[in-house]
């Protein structure tokens, strides 16, 4: 599941939520009102951080290597590669290698 999944989901929940609540407030009419428990998680907490082999590759990206390059250098395939960019891509919300590779050295993954 890629960030924009992840998302995707956060936002229907909250949009079943606020339902909900309009639901329950219309039937609070004299009876008894129904326990609501608010979702109060940040979408960040629904991330996943970047594994220490996808940090080796992004690594690899920011010295100038390419997806065969870098799997050549840590004894993947170049498939193994390509997947390993694309979590990274999501895991970090960038739109490019060049943009993960600003997110990695802002957040200190890399040096």
């Known amino acids: 599941m890629d960030a ?4 995707e989901i956060l ?7 606020r339902r909900f609540n309009e639901v329950a407030a219309r039937r609070s009419n004299g009876q008894q009102e129904a326990e ?12 996943q951080e970047p594994t220490a082999r996808e940090i080796e590759v992004l690594q690899l990206i920011s010295d100038g290597l390419v997806n065969r390059e ?10 193994t590669v390509k997947s390993h960019v694309r979590h990274l891509l999501a895991k970090l ?3 490019s290698r060049a ?12 040096g």
């Open 70 to 79: 870098i799997g050549q250098r840590l004894f993947l395939s170049e498939e």
């Open 11 to 17: 936002s229907r929940y909250i949009g079943h939520t």
């Open 4 to 7: 924009a999944e992840r998302k």
């Open 93 to 95: 919300q960038a739109r």
């Open 99 to 110: 943009h993960a590779v600003a997110v990695g050295f802002r957040r200190g993954l890399i």
């Open 36 to 47: 609501v428990i608010p979702f109060s998680g940040p979408l960040r907490e629904l991330e």
